[in-house]
């Protein structure tokens, strides 16, 4: 494991952080959904920030009242590969 790596992970083990996973199934619906509410054709690695809130909020790590703000940086157009059926 790299140097950078170690203090990464140690920040993140003595920290309050929290690590939340998804499936690529999830994002992709993600990116549907988000397109569907927003008009926003975001890149999956950015739509799966909505799957992985919902979970914290299930899980009660992020509460229904706080404000939260999703970044996505990229777009859906270089995974177009992706969404076909």
């Given amino acids: 494991m790299s140097q950078s790596n ?3 992970r140690r920040q993140f083990v003595q920290g309050a952080g929290a ?3 998804v499936t690529d199934e999830e994002l992709i619906a993600a ?3 988000i ?3 927003e008009g926003i054709f975001c890149a999956p690695e950015g739509a ?3 799957p992985a809130l919902k979970k914290l ?4 790590l992020v509460n229904p009242n706080e404000k ?3 970044f996505n940086t990229g ?3 270089k995974y177009l590969e992706s969404f076909s059926t």
């Fill in 31 to 33: 990116t549907k959904e």
């Fill in 68 to 70: 939260v703000v999703l």
């Fill in 6 to 8: 170690k203090s990464s």
């Fill in 35 to 37: 397109g569907a509410a």
């Fill in 75 to 77: 777009s859906g157009v």
């Fill in 48 to 50: 799966a920030c909505l």
């Fill in 57 to 60: 909020m299930s899980d009660g």
């Fill in 19 to 21: 690590a939340v996973s």
